[in-house]
């Protein structure tokens, strides 16, 4: 599996629990929309997802994230299972690092 170590500022340490658990939910959520075909819907959660993950140093989770929105914005769904599936892997196999920055 691909590199899943995120490093994270240790500053934020206290807050990534929480976040964890708000994508752990965000992601249930997208499973349901993907599985719906709810394309205005899922690219509004993506981009939520997106912006999140992006801001806490999650690049990865946010270029899935990112690639779903563009999809659902093209109303493409063909793609969205694949990166479901994919974002969820690497989600589940993610490893926090704190660093001091």
Not at 20 to 28: A, P, S
Not at 73 to 99: G, S, T, W
């Amino acid at each position: 599996m691909a590199n899943n170590k995120v490093e994270v500022d240790a500053d934020l340490q206290d807050l990534i629990p929480q976040f964890l658990e708000n994508r752990k939910k965000d992601l249930e959520v997208l499973q349901g929309l993907v599985e719906k075909n709810d394309l205005d819907a899922l690219a509004q959660l993506a981009h939520k997802i997106k912006g999140a993950a992006a801001g806490y140093g999650f690049v990865k989770l946010s270029d899935y994230a990112s690639q779903m929105e563009a999809a659902s914005k093209r109303k493409d769904p063909a793609p969205l299972p694949r990166l479901m599936q994919d974002m969820k892997a690497h989600f589940d196999n993610i490893e926090v690092l704190f660093v001091s920055m």
